[in-house]
């Protein structure tokens, strides 16, 4: 299936398994290396990542604990800033190694403000792991420590991304196609 629609767009095939595994592989080698002897707590941030932190959690060999989380946004009453509320963290932060899980790092502004929550909250050590990222987008300068895939600045779908909350399930990923 090279197009797909979704919703009202098409979408063409753009990154498959093969490739999409690859990356996976490699983002897991390398915390498994790093982050040894480190008692990573994973918080994976939610609804994009979920099908990525899938594959990667099972590749990770080292004793971790996951835990999922959701960003909530809401535009501010007196400016169009967007503040973004961290919900459903239980566990204790305080002191520990953090990987943040991500589907994707476009202008970067949703990972910066849950990386801020972190040292809010007092982590030890706070690491960035995205499966794709838009390095044209990104607007902040905090370092990512685990990139699956660089990639321009397309829209695309699958493999956990939505566009208009569809799309998620299809196991690759699309570009959209005549985007206006
Ligand atoms: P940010 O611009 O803050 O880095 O990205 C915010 C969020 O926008 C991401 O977590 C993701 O949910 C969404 N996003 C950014 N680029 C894309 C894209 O190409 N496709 C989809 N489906 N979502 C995206």
Redesign the pocket.
């Given at each position: 299936m090279d197009i797909i629609q979704v919703d009202d767009k098409q979408f063409s095939i753009y990154l498959k398994s093969p490739q999409i595994e690859a990356a996976v592989d490699n983002i897991a080698q390398q915390i498994n290396v790093d982050l040894k002897g480190k008692n990573p707590l994973f918080l994976v941030?939610l609804n994009?990542a979920f099908i990525f932190a899938s594959d990667l959690l099972k590749k990770i060999t080292i004793p971790c604990e996951i835990s999922f989380v959701k960003l909530s946004s809401y535009v501010g009453t007196k400016s169009t800033s967007i503040i973004r509320e961290l919900i459903g963290l239980d566990e204790v932060v305080s002191g520990r190694t953090i990987v943040i899980v991500?589907?994707?790092?476009?202008?970067?502004?949703?990972?910066g403000a849950t990386i801020d929550k972190m040292k809010k909250l007092e982590a030890k050590d706070v690491r960035i792991a995205t499966l794709l990222f838009?390095p044209n987008?990104f607007q902040l300068n905090y370092k990512i420590d685990y990139i699956g895939i660089n990639i321009p600045n397309?829209?695309?779908?699958g493999y956990g991304?939505?566009?208009n909350g569809y799309g998620r399930n299809y196991p690759e990923i699309y570009k959209i196609l005549n985007n206006e």
């Open positions: 941030v994009g991500e589907d994707i790092i476009d202008t970067g502004l949703t990972m838009k987008a397309d829209f695309i779908v991304l939505d566009y």
